[in-house]
């Protein structure tokens, strides 16, 4: 049921505003899918800094890049 889905994720989103709220996040493998959704989540938190972790040069440079939000580091 798509109400239900829409529900279930707006309640994620503010678990991850209040538990997140002023901390230091690590996303390792940030510049994957799931990491990658992850941040542009929490870039809209009041997270105090994100962390990116990434093997992966290219990805790391290309999402510093786009993303340019002074509270993530990589």
């Known amino acids: 049921n798509f109400r ?13 505003c209040i538990m997140f709220a002023n901390k230091k996040v690590l996303i390792s493998g940030g ?18 800094e994100i962390r990116i972790f990434s093997r992966d040069e290219k990805k790391q440079e290309d999402l510093r890049r786009s993303i340019t939000d002074k ?3 990589y």
């Open 4 to 16: 239900e889905i829409s529900f279930n994720n707006a309640i994620f989103i503010i678990y991850i």
């Open 31 to 48: 510049t994957g899918s799931f990491g990658t959704q992850m941040l542009k989540s929490l870039i809209k938190t009041k997270v105090k």
């Open 71 to 73: 509270r993530v580091n």
